[in-house]
């Protein structure tokens, strides 16, 4: 019996197919590894650029709210805000009948304005009784009618308008 032959090189042949084989498994492994975790870092600066996203939306929407008070006060401290524009605001928002008379109370430097705005025929007064009111700040006012009282106070609505615009923001 003759010995088994080897044929050295078909064993060399086979042994490098075999480590290419394994070489490329252990490569596609190690690749899906590397694009699972590259997917997970996408996701988080995702969800990072998100929330730094909505913290400056927000940050700037409180700056602008901060101007808007700070302009609307210096504006009302200067006695150069339309004291005729917020009564017709107001009287449009009271919705009364048009033969009732209308009650306003306002700041003593809002009732000189607003009278000054009617002198000039900028402001109808007919059917309102205008009055100052010692107790009331500038830019607030209180309307009232024989059936119904509407208090307008400047801190209350810039707070509405606070919480509407971050509101806003945060559904953006």
């Given amino acids: 019996m003759e010995p088994a032959r080897f044929d050295l090189k078909e064993i060399q042949r086979r042994a490098f197919e075999r480590g290419r084989s394994l070489e490329r498994e252990q490569g596609s492994r190690a690749f899906a590894a590397l694009c699972e975790e590259l997917q997970a870092q996408l996701a988080a600066q995702n969800a990072a650029r998100e929330a730094d996203r909505r913290r400056v939306e927000e940050f700037a929407a409180r700056l602008a ?3 808007a008070e700070k302009l609307t006060f210096t504006t009302i401290d200067s006695a150069a805000h339309d004291v005729a524009g917020l009564v017709r605001t107001l009287l449009s928002e009271l919705g009364t009948a048009a033969e009732e008379t209308v009650r306003i109370r306002l700041s003593p430097g809002d009732h000189g304005l607003l009278l000054e705005t009617a002198a000039r025929g900028e402001l109808s007064t007919e ?4 009055t100052a009111d010692q107790d ?3 830019g607030s006012a209180v309307l009232a009618t024989d059936e119904v009282e509407y208090w307008s106070d400047l801190n209350d ?3 509405r308008l606070r919480g ?3 509101n806003e923001a945060a559904h953006d």
């Fill in 136 to 138: 009331l700040g500038p």
């Fill in 164 to 166: 509407i615009t971050l």
């Fill in 157 to 159: 609505r810039i707070e």
């Fill in 127 to 130: 059917g309102l009784e205008i």
């Fill in 65 to 67: 709210l901060a101007v």
